[in-house]
């Protein structure tokens, strides 16, 4: 809860003791108040006219004992800030703010809202401390929460949304207020697949009847239903297909579910043969490397483009280039319907190692698995050595032999871009035991 404290300035009030003593009250009708300018200062990054806005107060506004106490109360309310405090000077009716520590993003889990620049610009005019980041508690966050509830209810949707701080929402793993609906449940609805070709009607028939009643999600849906049918193409030669996802407004609700539906228009193009992959002749790692890991795949375990950029990836990062981009850029060859890809591959700066811990092994255990750690502090980082290394202590050690088979074993590896340095936690959780 933040806490509003009010200070006024001492030497100010000591000084005005004798004189309104030596002075005589003026009648009434000709008491003429002087303006003071109120201002706001230990918040930069809001202007004054924002603040004034959150606080309730006009400019020029003369501040009585009650009204620095409502509008004080109103601005730490918002929860932008930790402490606020008052002090009068013989010039200006000056605010001095801390801010709170700790912001967030706002995220959408499956509200079938429109996110971006204008929600943005919205939320902005209706609450002006926010730019994009909310804090974990106050008047502006349950405001913008009914706002979400407000805008669902305008679409027919009755739903009470909740908002959560949660860890690990997309690919950058952030922290942020997560808005949610938890009942009923959002669903991807009715599908609408238009440019279909009589000889892969049945196989997008089957893929649209899988995909519908899946759960919504707001940022990744419509990103996941275009892969999910490039790859349906793509895995019959179609190389060539163009995918466009739709939302279709507005959701239908009913108090069993929420559905959203889609259409999904589709290119085909022609079916294309796999000709080369020309690999750049510079590159940090050497073809045949990659050759010998596509090998080792198994048959039929993934398409030939697909299983090569896979295989440069994972080299690319066991030299630790964690930031390393692959890029396929194909050329059709129209006459013999043969497509070829140039890699483009943009390696990056190499990550350090940085610390690793054991999470949920016991004592002897954790010290076991510290001793047989061979990645030291500040060597390059090889994500291959992190991803076999348990099963490689599981054989170099009678008692880690018998405890880790009793337990799953996850790890997370946690890049810092800022240092370009590469935690790693490894997570030990106790395996069911018979279905119990």
Not at 66 to 93: C, M, R, W
Not at 295 to 317: C, E, M, Q, T
Not at 331 to 355: K, S
Not at 379 to 391: K, W
């Amino acid at each position: 809860m933040n806490k509003l404290s009010i200070t006024l300035c001492a030497a100010l009030l000591a000084g005005s003791v004798p004189a309104l003593a030596q002075k005589k009250a003026a009648p009434s009708g000709q008491r003429k108040a002087a303006t003071k300018a109120i201002r706001f200062q230990g918040a930069p990054q809001y202007s004054q006219d924002e603040l004034l806005a959150a606080a309730g107060l006009k400019p020029g506004t003369r501040l009585t004992a009650n009204d620095i106490k409502v509008h004080g109360k109103q601005l730490s309310d918002t929860g932008y800030f930790a402490t606020i405090k008052f002090t009068p000077t013989a010039k200006e009716q000056l605010f001095t703010l801390t801010p709170t520590t700790q912001l967030y993003p706002i995220h959408f889990d499956n509200l079938p809202l429109q996110t971006g620049k204008a929600l943005d610009d919205e939320l902005h005019a209706q609450f002006p401390l926010y730019h994009g980041q909310v804090p974990a508690s106050g008047s502006v966050l349950e405001g913008i929460r009914q706002g979400f509830e407000q805008k669902l209810a305008a679409q027919g949707i009755k739903a009470t949304v909740k908002a959560e701080i949660n860890s690990g929402l997309g690919s950058q793993k952030i922290t942020a207020m997560n808005f949610t609906i938890a009942a009923p449940a959002v669903r991807i609805g009715p599908i609408r697949p238009t440019g279909v070709s009589a000889a892969m009607l049945a196989k997008v028939s089957a893929l649209v009847s899988s995909q519908v009643g899946n759960p919504f999600d707001t940022d990744n849906t419509a990103a996941g239903l275009k892969h999910v049918f490039e790859d349906l193409y793509q895995d019959q030669g179609y190389a060539a297909v163009a995918v466009t996802v739709t939302r279709i407004e507005p959701p239908v609700a009913s108090g069993q579910s929420i559905d959203i539906p889609f259409s999904i228009a589709i290119q085909e193009g022609g079916v294309y043969t796999l000709g080369a992959i020309n690999y750049p002749s510079d590159a940090l790692v050497p073809r045949a490397e990659i050759q010998k890991a596509v090998a080792k795949f198994p048959a039929g375990s993934g398409r030939p483009l697909d299983l090569f950029l896979i295989s440069v990836s994972n080299a690319y990062h066991a030299r630790g280039y964690l930031d390393c981009s692959v890029v396929s850029h194909p050329a059709f060859n129209e006459a013999t319907h043969i497509v070829n890809y140039n890699l483009d591959i943009a390696p990056g700066t190499i990550y350090q190692m940085g610390a690793v811990e054991f999470d949920g092994a016991p004592d002897a255990m954790a010290q076991k698995l510290t001793h047989l750690w061979k990645l030291a502090p500040g060597a390059a980082f090889d994500e291959s050595y992190v991803s076999g290394f348990a099963a490689r202590a599981q054989k170099q050690d009678r008692a880690l032999g018998k405890w880790l088979p009793t337990v799953i074993t996850t790890y997370d590896v946690k890049p810092d871009p800022a240092t370009h340095q590469a935690n790693c936690v490894f997570h030990f959780a106790k395996a069911a035991q018979n279905g119990r």
